[in-house]
């Protein structure tokens, strides 16, 4: 148990989002840091204080991708990292179905077909939510 668990306190969440069009599933490349650079993971970003998951999820996309998104259900279950905190995906779509996403800080965007989504390199934490991930599509 980690010291933030035993006073009761939440972990610190990571929100992801699963934003999916016409069948593919949007994910982005890291570029840092060096143990991460090039392995696929979703848009997102520790939700900061005060703010609401969906909150975080909305910024992190206008932040990263240039969209603005709706913000849907909940996809899979936390998925514990090795830093104390969780990652928490939750589906989304684009507001404006014409926007096109922009790599603002990451080394690329792909929209992936779901036999692609199985085989590209994952962060191990999204690696966990594949299944859940594959049945948005
Ligand atoms: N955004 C995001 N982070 C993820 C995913 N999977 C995963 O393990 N992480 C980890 C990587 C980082 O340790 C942490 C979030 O990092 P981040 O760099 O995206 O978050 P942030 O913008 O709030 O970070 P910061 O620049 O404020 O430090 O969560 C994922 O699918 N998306």
Redesign the pocket.
């Known amino acids: 148990m980690t010291t933030d668990e035993a006073a009761g306190r939440a972990a610190t969440v990571?929100?992801?989002a699963a934003v999916v069009r016409d069948g593919r599933l949007l994910a982005q490349q890291r570029a840092f840091p060096a143990e991460?650079a090039g392995l696929w993971?979703?848009?997102?970003?520790?939700v900061e204080p005060g703010e609401s998951d969906a909150e975080a999820v909305r910024r992190?996309c206008v932040?990263e991708l240039g969209v603005d998104v709706v913000v849907g259900d909940r996809v899979g279950a936390d998925?514990p990292?090795p830093?104390g905190?969780v990652?928490r995906?939750y589906a989304a779509t684009l507001r404006d179905a014409e926007a096109e996403p922009r790599a603002v800080e990451h080394r690329a965007l792909r929209w992936l077909p779901a036999a692609e989504l199985r085989e590209i390199d994952w962060?191990?934490?999204?690696r966990v939510l594949v299944p859940d991930l594959l049945a948005l599509l």
């Open positions: 990571v929100v992801g991460a993971e979703l848009p997102g970003g520790r992190e932040e998925v990292l830093n905190m990652l995906v962060l191990p934490a999204d």
